[in-house]
């Protein structure tokens, strides 16, 4: 009911607020025999981590995970792995002023409508911290997705990368061919080298100013084989909307053409289909790599809008609980721009989804 889990057969659930003690997930459906170490979920849990950067927020974490069960002697037994990522560098103290104040777009007032009472400090459930757990799931799927296929650790790859910060729009001709490395190549996640650079210097300037900026990321997953998602309620793109939705600050998701199918006609917007290489594939992709709900092979390509962090040193007009006009600067520490690490949290929930759906479409059709 409280909905704190994601999926049927790849099943993740989390627990756990960003000023108590730290973080669980226990990630449940599993196949057994995979290698699985801590080593292979701190790559994603250093790209998901305060303090990695100028254009991130200062707050410091380790973001050190344990594995408590479902490994024995290095690979995965079949039954429940739980991940423990402890919290470190709170600062309750810097919250004080949240407590009886609703920031303006945050979750203090919707809390409060819902609960009656909560966690002020840092947002409790509804901080992006509860994340962390998540890219540790995240990371366990995306090494899952890689083995399937012949060649071991060349299946399915799941890539993410800001394709635009404010106004500046990166060039970005092919989705399915950015690679990570271009990816961590500056701090921003950009593989437009020159976009980055103007993305970094707008950052500075709104964080200077007290201010934060918004902006969109691409998610692109090769690799993966038609077939996969359901037809009905359960379609491959529902479940990604909702992976995607399911992360703080996302106000948009489109796929392929995404919204510019509103003006197209059906004659510019058809994917033609042709044989290549003794497979069927589309010479475009503008129905961004699912067709009915199902996977058709092509890459899939989403992009989500995120928007700008809504703690803000400035000051800002609000109400305090009883209904009592205020205003409210926050000052605790916060990114001036989501995007730079929002792209392992998003890369993390469709590996999930696709570790679902490819469980799911092998316990179906085999
Ligand atoms: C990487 C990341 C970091 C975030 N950090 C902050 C933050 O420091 N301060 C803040 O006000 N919101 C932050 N948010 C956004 C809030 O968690 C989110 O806006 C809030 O929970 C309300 O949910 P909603 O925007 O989805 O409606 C962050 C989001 C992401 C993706």
């Not at 600062?91 to 009472?117: L, M, N, Q, V, W």
């Not at 600050?249 to 197209?264: C, I, R, S």
């Not at 129905?287 to 703690?311: F, N, Y």
């Amino acid at each position: 009911m409280a909905g704190n889990s994601f999926g049927q057969l790849f099943r993740v659930t989390t627990a756990g607020e960003s000023h108590g003690p730290g973080y669980v997930v226990i990630i449940d459906g599993v196949p057994p025999g995979m290698p699985l170490s801590e080593a292979d979920l701190q790559p994603d849990l250093d790209r998901r981590r305060p303090g990695q950067s100028k254009v991130t927020t200062q707050r410091k974490e380790a973001d050190q995970a344990e594995i408590l069960s479902g490994v024995f002697e290095g690979r995965t037994t079949g039954t429940p792995i739980a991940i423990l990522i402890r919290n470190q560098d709170q600062r309750s103290a810097d919250y004080a002023e949240i407590r009886d104040k609703y920031r303006p777009g945050h979750a203090d007032y919707t809390f409060d409508a819902k609960f009656g009472f909560r966690d002020y400090r840092g947002g409790g459930r509804s901080s992006a911290r509860e994340t962390t757990v998540r890219v540790a799931a995240g990371a366990v799927a995306k090494k899952l997705l890689a083995n399937i296929g012949p060649e071991p650790g060349r299946g399915v790859r799941v890539v993410g990368y800001v394709i635009q910060i404010g106004d500046i729009v990166a060039n970005v001709p092919d989705p399915a061919a950015v690679t990570l490395d271009q990816v961590e190549s500056n701090i921003v996640r950009c593989p437009d080298p020159v976009a980055a650079e103007k993305m970094v210097a707008l950052i500075g300037q709104v964080r200077r100013e007290g201010d934060s900026i918004g902006g969109i990321a691409e998610i692109v997953a090769t690799g993966v084989p038609p077939g996969w998602g359901e037809p009905v309620f359960d379609k491959l793109k529902a479940d990604l909307g909702k992976a995607m939705f399911s992360l703080p600050a996302v106000l948009g998701v489109e796929y392929g053409a995404g919204f510019g199918v509103a003006t197209a006609r059906g004659s510019q917007n058809n994917d033609f289909f042709l044989a290549r290489d003794g497979r069927i594939v589309t010479a475009t992709n503008r129905h961004g790599g699912m067709l009915g709900g199902i996977s058709s092979g092509m890459p899939i390509v989403l992009r989500c809008a995120v928007k700008p962090t809504s703690s803000l040193p400035i000051e800002q007009p609000t109400v305090t609980r009883a209904g009592e006009p205020t205003t409210i600067s926050t000052k605790g520490r916060h990114d001036p721009c989501l995007l730079p690490r929002f792209i392992p949290m998003a890369e993390a929930m469709m590996a999930m989804t696709l570790a679902d759906h490819y469980l799911r479409h092998r316990a179906q059709c085999g």
